[in-house]
């Protein structure tokens, strides 16, 4: 079982419309988590960071919260574009010597006009 | 924008063939990682670097092998290609100072087709 899930595994949506993206992990000990959006054939582009004590963080239309003690975070996209069509991908790092990326397996999102 | 390049980017090739990715960053960066991706797919770890003459392997078992003597180049090898080997392979660079501790920046990524 990976220790970074995330829901749903795909998603078609408007353009204009919001959406949410969820991650549930299990990784312990926790440093900080990361989401990414990787487009098709690209390679993954870092979205927003979050350490333990921050629990929400926006970086244009796109807001991530952090709910360190159920172990869950979000990723909400604001008024939807064609470009934002996508995986965005949910990256918790472990707080120790390696510090390891675990990598959930992404949410497809689809915009459509 | 991050400042790493893979070449090629696409490669279509025959079994047994032996063939090196390359990576390269111009940050300076002193850590470089290969990560093996098949679609829809998470990103596995197969090599990882800490510096010049440092190569660890990752999460994911892999027949590849990489070297790094210059900080700013990290190739990955494949001896003999196999149509198991088909995937797409990402390399990443991170700094260990500075306030993005360990943020890892993406190359574009190399999709191997091994017939």
């Known amino acids: 079982k990976n220790q970074v899930e995330q829901s749903p595994q795909s998603l078609i949506i408007l353009e204009g419309k919001n959406c949410t993206l969820q991650c549930n992990y299990t990784v312990s000990p926790f440093s900080n988590l990361r989401w990414y959006k990787q487009d098709t054939g690209r390679g993954p582009v870092s979205l927003t960071i979050?350490?333990?004590?921050?629990n929400t963080k926006s970086n244009g239309r796109y807001t991530a919260t952090l709910d360190a003690d159920t172990k869950q975070s979000s990723l909400h996209i604001t008024a939807s574009q064609l470009s934002d069509s996508a995986s965005y991908i949910c990256v918790v790092i472990r707080m120790d010597s390696s510090y390891k990326l675990i990598f959930g397996s992404g949410t497809r999102l689809l915009v459509r006009p | 924008e991050a400042d790493i390049y893979q070449t090629p980017r696409y490669l279509v090739i025959g079994t047994g063939k032996k063939i090196t990715l390359e990576c390269s960053q111009t940050?300076?960066?002193?850590?470089m990682y290969w990560y093996q991706q098949d679609p829809g797919m998470e990103l596995h770890l197969i090599h990882y670097s800490y510096g010049v003459n440092s190569t660890e392997k990752g999460d994911l078992s892999s027949e590849s092998t990489v070297s790094r003597i210059r900080t700013e180049h990290f190739p990955l090898t494949l001896e003999s290609a196999r149509p198991s080997h088909t995937s797409q392979y990402l390399c990443?660079?991170?700094?260990?100072?500075?306030?993005?501790?360990?943020?890892?920046?993406f190359g574009p990524g190399t999709r191997l087709t091994v017939l």
């Open positions: 940050m300076g960066h002193d850590k």
């Open positions: 979050m350490t333990f004590s921050e």
């Open positions: 990443a660079s991170s700094d260990s100072t500075g306030s993005h501790y360990n943020e890892q920046f």
